[in-house]
Nanobody, 126 residues
Framework: EVQLVESGGGLVQAGGSLRLSCAAS????????IGWFRQAPGKEREGVSC????????HYADSVKGRFTMSSDNAKKTVYLQMDNLKPEDSAVYYC???????????????????WGQGTQVTVSS
């Protein structure tokens, strides 16, 4: 059974930090890229960051560049999203997702992501 399980969300003040985790199972981790998406109430789901497991390459949306860092522990089949200097506009439900498009993950095309986690809430207070 394929699973992506996010954890680490919560409530934090502006300027604070959180680290999200995404634990993967049930598929060949190295063959995929993992993306982080977020969706705020009333807004479309947007891509935040992605990491190609085999290439070790990361991409960040302009809105989070310099504040968010994505990494992976391939032995644990887990990816992380370190979020620093958080802003109220970062508040959203954060999802991790897996795509076989290791070179195209940064297009953040939702239909190209095969597997999705259940999401974790991040709330940043001002």
């Amino acid at each position: 059974e394929v699973q992506l399980v996010e954890s680490g969300g919560g409530l934090v003040q502006a300027g604070g930090s959180l680290r999200l985790s995404c634990a993967a199972s049930g598929f060949t981790f190295d063959d995929y890229a993992i993306g982080w998406f977020r969706q705020a109430p009333g807004k479309e789901r947007e891509g935040v960051s992605c990491l190609s497991i085999s290439l070790g390459m990361t991409h960040y949306a302009d809105s989070v560049k310099g504040r968010f860092t994505m990494s992976s522990d391939n032995a644990k089949k887990t990816v992380y999203l370190q979020m620093d200097n958080l802003k109220p506009e970062d508040s959203a439900v954060y999802y991790c997702a897996a795509t076989r498009g290791t070179y195209t993950c940064s297009n953040y095309v939702i239909s190209e992501y095969d597997y999705w986690g259940q999401g974790t809430q991040v709330t940043v207070s001002s």
